[in-house]
């Protein structure tokens, strides 16, 4: 890869998820993977749990991006641990995931409550991503990446109200601030095209825009993709060839938008595709599930190493600030001062001056530059024209 952005595709093979191992194989260049674990949990030891979870995925390298779904109330109370002492839960599990770093050079992401937009209001989910922020980073470090995953669905502007979609609990991102958690290391939304939504890219998508632009208001924010599923239909139904090539163009089109100055990948943290049935069994989501598709899953690995080979651009240095000594000032003013005497006695006329004093501008300024000095070069130009017009005077 030619740049850090974190890659992978979340996938089944043969009607089962496949290890990392195998999962490197189809894609190179994969680096991470989500991992979930079920339902809400109560205040308990995590450090087995992540082990079973993750282990694989700690020894071949990859990262895993784990989800899981703890209760405000328990967090808040301390029922999961603080900031000052190492024996509680999450500490624990911090403590964990500091140890798998400094053994195997591979970080763990921590992603609390994917998709809360249909669960929480903005304030709890703010809240419990404080605390887990705050106690994980203080035992686990660097080693740990702290993100979210919103939920798409909930970022569309209804044409019916001109209004996000209200959750049960009366809440929506109409004010999206209500929904920021500071200081995470990405923001990464879950998003699919081709069944409830039309099948297109990123930017094609009703909902996506509004997000990306909300991530990117704030100063320094890395976007990220954390589910990118392409459906080529409704659960029980057969697709097409047609559905299939049109999601094959999809994701062709999509890697051309994400190598574009408009996706701003330096401010990318990274993109996970989806190939799995998922909670739905939807068999239309995965990419080779098909015998009659031969383009998706090509499609996705062709995109996947698009974005590997992204290169982040260059940044402008700026100007040249560094102090130069009155020696290279003063070589600079010679040569300026000798190629533009030169150039003038050799024309030997008026107008021969005047030519000499335009040549030694031209000599004065590249021997200058050669130089690096900007100061040598004005006390070239006018050492010379002093010059100059004195052998005018006195013609």
Same mark, same amino acid.
Request: glycine share 10%; no cysteine.
């Given at each position: 890869m030619t740049n850090n952005l974190f890659l992978g595709v979340h996938e089944d093979y043969a009607g089962r998820p496949i290890s990392p191992t195998q999962a490197k194989q189809r894609y190179p260049e994969l680096n991470a993977e989500r991992v979930f674990t079920a339902g809400a949990l109560s205040p308990q030891d995590l450090t087995a749990k992540w082990e079973n979870y993750c +282990?694989?995925?700690? $020894?071949?390298?990859?990262?895993?991006?784990?989800?899981?779904?703890?209760? /405000?109330?328990?967090?808040? &109370?301390?029922? =999961?641990?603080? %900031? %000052?002492?190492?024996?509680?839960?999450?500490?624990?599990?911090?403590?964990?995931? /500091?140890?798998?770093y400094?053994? !195997?050079?591979?970080?763990?992401?921590?992603?609390?409550?994917?998709?809360?937009?249909?669960?929480?209001?903005?304030p709890d989910f703010v809240a419990i991503n404080n605390?887990?922020? $705050?106690?994980? +980073? /203080?035992?686990?470090? $660097?080693?740990?990446?702290?993100? !979210?995953?919103?939920?798409?669905?909930? =970022?569309?502007?209804?044409?019916? !109200?001109?209004k996000p979609k209200v959750n049960s609990l009366g809440d929506s991102t109409l004010d999206p601030s209500r929904w920021?958690?500071?200081?995470? $290391?990405?923001?990464?939304?879950?998003?699919? &095209?081709?069944? !409830?939504?039309?099948q297109? %890219?990123?930017?094609?998508?009703?909902?996506?825009?509004? =997000?990306?632009?909300?991530?990117?208001?704030?100063?320094?924010?890395?976007?990220?993709?954390i589910e990118r599923g392409f459906i080529t239909g409704a659960k029980g139904t057969t697709p097409t060839t047609t559905l299939f090539n049109n999601r094959k163009s999809a994701i062709d089109r999509e890697a051309t938008w994400l190598v574009s100055e408009e996706a701003q990948l330096s401010r990318c943290w990274g993109y996970l595709g989806w190939s799995t049935p998922g909670a739905e069994d939807n068999k239309n989501i995965q990419l080779d599930y098909w015998s009659g598709d031969t383009v998706s899953l090509p499609a996705m690995k062709s995109l996947i190493n698009k974005v590997s080979l992204w290169t982040p651009p260059t940044p402008d240095p700026g100007p040249d600030t560094t102090p130069y000594s009155q020696a290279d000032l003063d070589a600079a003013r010679a040569a300026g001062y000798a190629e533009g005497f030169t150039a003038g006695k050799a024309e030997g006329t008026t107008e021969g001056y005047a030519s000499g004093f335009a040549a030694g501008r031209t000599e004065g300024f590249t021997a200058g530059l050669t130089e690096g000095v900007t100061t040598g070069k004005r006390g070239a130009y006018q050492d010379i024209a002093n010059y100059t017009q004195n052998r005018l005077n006195n013609l």
């Open positions: +282990r694989e995925y700690w $020894d071949a390298g990859t990262t895993p991006i784990t989800s899981w779904k703890p209760v /405000k109330a328990d967090l808040t &109370s301390g029922l =999961w641990g603080n %900031t %000052t002492s190492s024996t509680g839960y999450l500490p624990k599990l911090g403590l964990k995931i /500091k140890e798998v400094e053994t !195997t050079g591979v970080k763990t992401g921590v992603i609390s409550h994917h998709e809360p937009e249909d669960q929480l209001t903005g605390v887990v922020r $705050d106690i994980l +980073r /203080k035992w686990a470090g $660097d080693a740990v990446i702290l993100g !979210t995953a919103y939920n798409s669905n909930f =970022w569309n502007i209804l044409s019916s !109200t001109g920021w958690v500071a200081d995470l $290391d990405f923001y990464g939304i879950d998003i699919y &095209s081709g069944n !409830t939504y039309p297109g %890219t990123l930017p094609e998508h009703p909902s996506f825009n509004r =997000w990306f632009e909300w991530v990117l208001s704030h100063a320094g924010a890395k976007w990220a993709v």
